[in-house]
């Protein structure tokens, strides 16, 4: 059996493509066809009017996803398909791909739509991620603040495109689930609302205390987490109480993962997250380590990646992908990246 790193290297390179593979091509990289063809009339509905006068929100776009990262969200929701596909016998095939790919990499945009816009000026104004300079460091604050919103945008469109284009009226449900817990969670009652708690909590310093800061990383961190793992089942077929089990496992993993973050700023290396350190404290934002202190933050980050691995072995399917899936869930909570 292959070890986990060397699987774990393989599906974030694996998602990176399936990612890549739906992002915006330039009028630079339309297909060629036969003028009078079937494919040439396609091809001029997708790209007709994509011209140059737009080719550099698109190169902005593309700039910010193909940077990289860890794809955890796509490596999610991959792992948690896979979890409730393997009952066919036949494993993943082609046509899996084609049904949870445009939702892994709707989930990847509209993430790093986020960290596009959280690293604007009047946010956290950041001028490194992902190891390279940031979409609006590289572009100018408006053009990051478009590429943002044509991410977002394209994420829908791309799922919509793929809802549209299936028959088979099952499928067609469990895409209309998935597409709406997607987007409830990335949004007011998600992730935008727990970035707004957050905006507003810069600066206050002491004065925020656990509820609101735990509102803040349920909604901002671990919504997209938990939406990963629950689109993933959702799309697979899961019965309903794995796709609550993962909502839990989710909710728990994403406030172990923010712990974590809030633990890395502190005693992070710069290079390695290929973003810069102390940024909290330049903030001065209240985080989980400024409120419990670091050891605290540690035990709990073991507390919140042990509660969730006990709820991953209440599944109530137990294969190879669970087993990939939990060593996901501990390999998060020592990660220096
Ligand atoms: C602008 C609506 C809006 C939201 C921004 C994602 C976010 C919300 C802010 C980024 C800052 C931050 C610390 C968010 C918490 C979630 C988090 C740790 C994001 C970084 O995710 P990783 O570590 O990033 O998975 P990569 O680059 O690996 O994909």
């Given at each position: 059996m292959m070890k986990f790193d060397e699987m774990l290297a393989e599906r974030t390179q694996y998602c990176g493509e399936v990612v890549k593979s739906y992002l915006p091509g330039t009028e630079s990289e339309v297909p060629e066809a036969d003028a009078a063809s079937e494919d040439a009339r396609e091809i001029e509905e997708i790209y007709?009017?994509?011209?140059?006068?737009?080719a550099r929100v698109i190169e902005a776009m593309n700039y910010s996803v193909e940077a990289?990262?860890?794809?955890l969200r796509p490596l999610l929701m991959l792992a948690a398909y896979r979890i409730f596909c393997?009952?066919?016998?036949?494993?993943?095939?082609q046509e899996d791909e084609d049904i949870v790919g445009p939702f892994m990499a709707a989930i990847e945009m509209i993430h790093t739509y986020s960290l596009v816009h959280d690293d604007l000026p009047e946010m956290d104004?950041?001028?490194?991620?992902r190891g390279q300079l940031t979409t609006h460091a590289k572009y100018g604050a408006g053009m990051a603040v478009l590429a943002g919103d044509g991410l977002l945008n394209y994420a829908y469109e791309l799922v919509a495109s793929t809802l549209a284009l299936e028959q088979d009226p099952e499928l067609r449900e469990r895409m209309v689930n998935a597409l709406f817990i997607l987007a409830s969670n990335a949004g007011i009652d998600g992730m935008v609302g727990g970035q707004c708690a957050d905006l507003m909590a810069e600066g206050r310093g002491a004065d925020v205390g656990e509820d609101e800061l735990m509102y803040i990383h349920t909604h901002k961190t671990a919504c997209m987490i938990e939406s990963a793992l629950m689109t993933g089942a959702v799309l697979a077929g899961a019965p309903e109480e794995d796709v609550s089990s993962l909502y839990m496992i989710g909710e728990d993993l994403g406030i172990a993962f923010q712990i974590r973050d809030d633990i890395l700023d502190v005693e992070g290396n710069a290079g390695e997250l290929g973003k810069d350190v102390h940024q909290d404290d330049r903030d001065n934002k209240t985080t989980y380590v400024s409120l419990f202190g670091m050891d605290k933050a540690k035990e709990d980050v073991r507390a919140y990646t042990d509660e969730a691995l006990e709820l991953t072995d209440s599944l109530s399917v137990s294969n190879e992908e669970v087993g990939f899936l939990k060593q996901l869930i501990l390999e998060l909570a020592g990660r220096t990246k």
């Open positions: 007709g009017d994509r011209k140059a006068y737009c990289g990262g860890k794809r393997e009952g066919s016998g036949d494993g993943f095939t104004n950041d001028r490194y991620r």
